[in-house]
Every structure is written in C-alpha cells, then in structure tokens.
C-alpha cells in the first residue's frame, strides 16, 4: 500500500520514527510530508532514513517539486495518514487551507484521510478543536484517537498519540475500504426542469439527495464518479466530477456523453416524463386567459437508452413509487431491461422527497432477487446499493 505519513508540529511527532518504521516493515511505500514544525521536533535524516525516501515539506521548493509535484504525491497515495495531527492542522484541514504542502496534499488528495491527534488536553477538549473533528469525521475523515493519560505536556488526561499499531490498523482499514477503485461510476440525480416560458418550469420535488449520496460514497470507496446533476441545492462531493444539466434532453446528452468511459451506472434523477412541446419565448400573460392548455411531448428514457447502448455496464435504475411498491419495481426491471431496480415507498413522507433517511428494496438481477434495505440514512443506503452493484458486476 502507498501511504503518505503527514507528519505535525508537536512533541509526538518523535514517535512518528516508530509508525514509519512499523509501516515499512509491513510492506508499505511510506512517503513522508512533514510541516515546518514537525521538523523541530524530529529530524528530517531520521525520517529519510526510515522511510527510505527523501522527507518533503516545503511547498514552493523548487528541487522537491521537480522530483515529485504536490499534485503527483496526492494522486500516488492510497491512503494519507497525518499523525500526529495537532490542534492548528486539525483547524487547517476542516477549514480547507491550504498554506503549505502536507494540507495542500490533503486537499488535492482523493485517497481516503487518517487523522490521529495528539495534544495538550485543554486544547482537545476545546470546542474549537471537537468542532473541528467533528465537521472532518462528517466529511468521512477517520479520526483516530487520542489515548488518555501522562501527557509530554505535564497534565493528565486525552491527547496522547494512540499506539502506533492502532494508526497502521486504521491505515490498512481505510485504503482496504476502498471497494470501488477502479470503477467509474456515473450517476444522474435530482429533478429535471423543463422550461414552460422564460420564467416558469415543469418541475417534481426530488432534491437530489439520494443520487448525492450515492455519488459521494462511490468517491470515498475509491471511485472516479461522473455527476449529472439536475436543478438542486446541494454541494458537490469531494472527488466528484459534476455536470449540471437544466432539462431532460440535457442530461440525456450528458449522461450518453459519459457513457463509454462508465464501468458503473446509477440512474437516481427524476426525470421529467414530459416537456412542454414549445415553451413561449416570452413570459405568458394572465389578461384575457381563463384557461390555458399546455401541449407536453414524452421525453426521452435515458435509462432504458442507456441499458440499449451500454457495454458491459452494470446499470441500476430507481423506482419511485406510491403503491404496490415491489409489483410495480419487478414490472419497471423487465421493462427497462436494467440490472437492478432501487424501489422505495415516496409516499411515506419519513423516507420520501428531501429528507435525509430512506428505506428501499433492490430487485433484481431477476424478478425473484429481493433485498430490503431497513430504513437508514441515505449515505447508508447509498452504501449497500453500490455494494450489491459491485457483487452484480464482479458474480
Ligand atoms: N428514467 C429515465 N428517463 C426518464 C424517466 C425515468 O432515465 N425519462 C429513469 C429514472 O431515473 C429511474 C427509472 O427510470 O431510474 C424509473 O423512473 P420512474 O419515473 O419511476 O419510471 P418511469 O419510467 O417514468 O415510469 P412510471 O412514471 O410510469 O412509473
């Protein structure tokens, strides 16, 4: 495994010589980013011993950019691993700075983060610092440790550095999740809009979130993803490449476009099934009309075009449905020809439109093959669909 040991500025820093060397006698390629203030702590010779590799830590050095660009060190690793991470890299990293080459990587990088802390035990316990672990474990940072006990520091208490053996556990852990490197997956999410007059918008009330979820876990377990995302109010996931499209024949195109370089494919969107044949080119007036009757065509079916055009994909279509839910998710799998079909209950407002948990059953490949997810949050649900996707492709 490549791992890229981030190493920070405080006293711990010194047992960071032992987790290289545990490292390395376990097979792994170890490269070592140190900050400034790491390096008062623990000289650069030892750790270029260690690791077997020169120690990097100046951004803007012109020798080590030439060996190995910051951008390269991010792609290389399979796992980046700050250890110990102290109270200001912690705040640097959950606020996104990046003012010199160890958070510049973590930024760049797409493999999965470790972080273990290690401080004095006012400064863990401070709000500031819970806040700031809290907001990277929420973004799926694995946060490991700190022990309690004698600090270097003189006081008692949480903020020593775990065992180094707990660090390359963690380590081994979050690169052996990484299920989906490899894959491509291209994923469409959220409503279409289609337009009616240069003001107005057929539209539904799917917000995206699935899809997003879908699209954010495939990332974090190793995925390139590719993100057709239709009107919606939601942030972009680490990692995810994005494409926004406004009407139906737009993410058509868009996901057709991406095709070819797919190897995964997961259709969440809620596809206007109709489009207003000409929209007005001016907004329509209300004087002098009573009535007015809008002429809708169909639109196209992206899935069922995918499912015809596909080469080797594994193609998961989603059912949204307000009754019969399983009869009409087997009856949508035989029609559209897809591999699995994600059916859940919209008519139940505690896992339909826009809120954060769901509960669904994956049908397929054949009718007979039924999975019920219990009722959990959409990441969570994200996870199990994209694990019975991946078991589809791989059987
Ligand atoms: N879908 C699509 N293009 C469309 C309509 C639907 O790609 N024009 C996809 C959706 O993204 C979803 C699946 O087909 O993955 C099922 O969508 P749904 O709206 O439930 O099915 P419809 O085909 O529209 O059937 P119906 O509305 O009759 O239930």
């Known amino acids: 495994m490549k791992i890229l040991l981030g190493i920070s500025g405080g006293i711990a820093a010194y047992k960071a010589c032992e987790l290289v060397r545990q490292l390395t006698t376990r097979g792994h390629a170890v490269r070592v980013v140190a900050t400034q203030h790491a390096l008062e702590f623990v000289s650069a010779l030892t750790l270029q011993t260690l690791s077997g590799e020169r120690v990097r830590s100046d951004l803007f050095s012109l020798t080590e950019e030439s060996e190995i660009s910051h ?13 110990p991470a102290t109270a200001n890299t912690i705040a640097r990293l959950a606020s996104g700075i990046a003012d010199d080459l160890l958070t510049t990587v973590c930024l760049a990088t797409r493999a999965p983060l470790v972080v273990a802390p290690a401080m004095n035990v006012n400064m863990y316990r401070h709000p500031a610092t819970q806040e700031n ?39 081994e852990r979050a690169a052996g999740r990484q299920r989906l490197r490899g894959e491509v997956v291209l994923v469409d999410a959220g409503p279409t809009a289609e337009p009616v007059d240069p003001v107005r918008v057929l539209t539904n009330r799917s917000s995206g979130r699935m899809g ?91 899935l069922r075009e995918v499912v015809e055009r596909r080469s080797g994909q594994v193609v998961v279509g989603f059912a949204a449905e307000t009754d019969d839910v ?36 994956i049908v397929g490949p054949g009718a007979g093959d039924v999975l019920e997810i219990p009722m959990a949050t959409k990441h969570e649900v994200a ?11 791989r059987s």
């Open 212 to 302: 997003f979820a879908i699209a954010e876990v495939a990332a974090r377990e190793g995925a390139e993803v590719l993100l057709v995302a239709g009107p919606v109010h939601l942030p972009t996931p680490h990692g995810v490449e994005r494409i926004d499209v406004v009407t139906a024949a737009e993410m058509r195109d868009a996901v057709l476009a991406s095709l070819p370089r797919a190897t995964l494919v997961v259709l969440a969107a809620a596809v206007s099934d109709y489009a207003v044949r000409e929209p007005a080119g001016t907004k329509l007036k209300r004087e002098g009309a009573e009535q007015i009757t809008l002429e809708l065509v169909r639109n196209p079916d992206i």
């Open 133 to 171: 672990l809290d907001r990277l474990a929420k973004r799926g940072v694995r946060i490991v440790g700190p022990d309690a006990g004698e600090l270097a520091c003189g006081w008692q208490g949480e903020g020593r550095l775990v065992d180094p053996v707990a660090i390359v556990a963690a380590a």
């Open 326 to 361: 399983l009869a009409n998710a087997r009856a949508k799998l035989g029609r559209k020809g897809c591999d699995l079909i994600v059916a859940n209950d919209v008519s139940r407002p505690e896992i339909g439109f826009d809120v954060d948990r769901n509960e669904v059953t």
């Open 71 to 83: 951008i390269d060190l991010a792609d290389w690793a399979d796992v980046a691993l700050i250890a």
């Open 383 to 393: 996870e199990r669909i994209l694990e019975r996707a991946l078991e589809v492709r």
